[in-house]
């Protein structure tokens, strides 16, 4: 599958690693940058989503054209393979059939929302969204803005380079880990500004945020390559 994502915003916060190692299945370990792990809610908006059909053929997949999405996420290292990768505690997104998809095909925590992007003039952007068909409030509300400056991906070693460098997805399903893999270039990061209005993303997973600012940063466009989950081993 492919897909080009627009308009993303990384905000981090560190997280103490024993509290979050509480919050993934077993099978997966919790992979830290100076002895904290991390969580990220990325909030983006998609289009160019294809799959591949029969042979090398890519076609369009229908309700899929264009939507919102929204993430909220960890990372983890495999200790059968030692690869690092993105663990997802929910993506939101405005398509009922990618949710659809998504839950059936790569066995992720997929949830329908009711989701805006507006892009004003200046690039600035206004984002919200609101979880449907649940419980309990989980929205999320948001104003953000790349400097316009690429300053490239991040170097290895470095945090930008942690967490936004990642080439694998994993996932698990009937008591098996599964993983997915991703291929992109490595991120057009730019220095980013936002406020976040609302976020009742972590709360809803049972993480506490600290009281500190997120780090931010911005992407303006990314194409990605998504390959179907097999086991990790």
Known sequence: MTQRWNDLLFAHWPIPADAMARLIPPGLKIDTFEAHAWVGAVPFWMDLVRTRAAGERCIAIPGTATFCELNLRTYVRSPTTDLRGVYFFSLDAASPLAVIGARTLFHLPYFLASMRSQIRPDGTVDYSSNRLLTSRSVRFKARYRGSGDVAGPGRP????????????????????????????????????????????????????LPDRPPLLHFARQLQVYIWPLREDR
């Open 157 to 208: 070693g470095t945090l930008e380079h942690f967490l936004t460098e990642r080439y694998c997805l994993f996932t698990q399903h009937a008591g098996q880990v599964l993983r997915g893999d991703i291929h992109h270039l490595p991120w057009p990061l730019e220095a980013a500004e936002a406020e976040i209005r609302v976020n009742e993303l972590p709360a809803a997973h049972g993480i506490a």
